[in-house]
């Protein structure tokens, strides 16, 4: 069993995603843009990064599929595949890239579905949300992954989860890469 955080569009409050780190303690960290940090940064050390559309940083990554835990996973921000208006673009990218998992971000809503095979998940913005849950302050997801299922427990700033926002997938539905 592995627990990961899935953690988008901070926009530069760099105290959210140590806070975070360090109470939620996962086994691994993704961060789908929109950080507005160097890419240097010492946070992202062993995180999975890639840049948003308000990142300026060039080093940074548009897109990475690292293979975790036996899993192959997508990571992108999802400007560039229109994530504002479907996951169609998205799901192409995911087929090519043979992905069981799929993290973006941008819209700033979250969001945990299966579509065509792959689990999609975004986190939403832990910084400035939109949407029907704006009310929480901000979110992101721990996803709890095993032989079997993927969990999905969206949490607030503060790292306390929210139980009508948990989610439970069979990995039986997803492509196996």
């Not at 559309?53 to 899993?71: E, I, K, T, Y």
């Not at 997801?141 to 079997?148: G, L, P, R, S, Y």
Request: net charge negative; with cysteine; aromatic share 8%.
């Amino acid at each position: 069993m592995e627990r990961w955080l899935v953690v988008s569009d901070n926009h530069g409050d760099r105290d959210i995603l140590v806070s975070l780190k360090q109470q939620l303690k996962p086994d691994a960290i993704f961060h789908c843009g929109d950080s507005e940090m160097a890419a240097d940064d010492p946070w992202f050390q062993g995180v999975y990064v890639v840049q948003g559309n308000m990142d300026f940083d060039q080093n940074l990554p548009q897109v990475l599929a690292p293979r975790v835990a036996g899993r192959q996973v997508l990571l992108t921000h999802g400007h560039h595949d229109g994530v504002n208006w479907d996951l169609t673009q998205l799901k192409l990218r995911a087929d090519a890239a043979q992905a069981e998992a799929v993290f973006y971000g941008h819209t700033h809503q979250l969001a945990a579905e299966m579509v065509g095979g792959h689990l999609f998940v975004n986190p939403g913005s832990i910084s400035q949300p939109r949407g029907e849950f704006q009310r929480l302050g901000g979110t992101c997801a721990v996803i709890t992954v095993t032989e079997t299922q993927w969990v999905v427990q969206y949490v607030t700033r503060d790292g306390q989860p929210v139980p009508a926002l948990k989610f439970t997938f069979s990995r039986s539905e997803t492509q196996k890469g």
